[in-house]
């Protein structure tokens, strides 16, 4: 079977980086609604506010990072 194999480390290197990138986004986005009044739809903006960028801080924290 072909393919690529990657090693754990590997895997975890990828998926915080991953998850990096997506926190610095929605942070960028909320930062952009607060600070420059950009329009974000409300539900958006409440969920990266409450749920995703608290998740993701926690996850980042889990992996190392």
């Known amino acids: 079977m072909g393919g690529v194999t990657l090693d754990y ?13 997506q926190l610095e986004f929605l ?3 909320v930062e ?3 600070n420059e009044g950009i329009w974000m739809h ?3 903006y409440a969920n990266a ?3 995703y ?3 993701l801080e926690l ?7």
């Open 9 to 21: 480390e590997t895997v975890d290197r990828i998926a915080l980086a991953s998850m990096k990138d």
């Open 27 to 29: 942070r960028s986005d």
């Open 32 to 34: 952009k609604h607060d």
């Open 42 to 44: 409300p539900d958006d």
């Open 49 to 51: 506010k409450l749920k």
């Open 53 to 55: 960028i608290p998740a």
């Open 59 to 65: 996850l980042i924290d889990y992996y190392g990072g």
